[in-house]
């Protein structure tokens, strides 16, 4: 009897040992929040260790839906890969901050980017088809933004409607066309810089010209 309480014991010993050795091994495992995933199938392999995902300059199956496995996923990069609309299911990325959807082929935005609800920054570079004050309805409901880049999108007018964005803090619109400020031009409370550099801003604007065609207003 003896023998065989001692044997539990030291079985029992074993089973412990063993457990508390692979939960230091998960303990121990740590995830790199900074590695960039560049492959889906290589980032679908582990969807749940992917903070970061580049997938541009590629061709996206708009259709997979494959996106409610990212549930850490906090910056996406969809640039260049010729999207007019976005991929199904994209929208369960309850996590994303940064989004990078420039060089693609939108000419207003999905109202679906409403959703994002912790979306902090937008890319829209390049996007020269884009009508910005068409997609301010889908913008100012997107309640985390906090940083909209419309870089290098051939604006010619300064996209005043973009005020309506409340809590928009920081807008790029350097490498466009815009020619002037619009006079009595009033600044938002909640926006404290305004990026205008390598526009076309007139004389008025920049009298002694060492601005260089353009400028960044801090508030």
Known sequence: MKKIIMCLVVCCSLLFIGAETNAQTVSNTKVDKNYVYKNLEEALK???????LDLSNQTIDISADIWE???NLEYLSLKNDHLTELPKGFTKLNKLKVLDLSGNDFVRLPRELKKLRAL???YLNNEQALNVDKSVSVLKRMPSLKALHLEDDHLDVFPTRLFAL????SLYLNKNDIREIP???EI???LKMIDLRMNKIG???DKEGK?????????
Request: aromatic share 12%.
């Open 211 to 219: 601005y260089d065609n353009g400028l960044i207003i801090r508030f």
């Open 120 to 122: 902090e920054e937008l």
């Open 188 to 190: 938002p409370a909640h």
């Open 166 to 169: 409340k809590n928009l803090e």
């Open 203 to 205: 004389a008025e604007i």
């Open 183 to 185: 006079r009595n031009l």
């Open 46 to 52: 582990n969807p749940a260790q992917v903070f970061r």
């Open 69 to 71: 496995q990212f549930v």
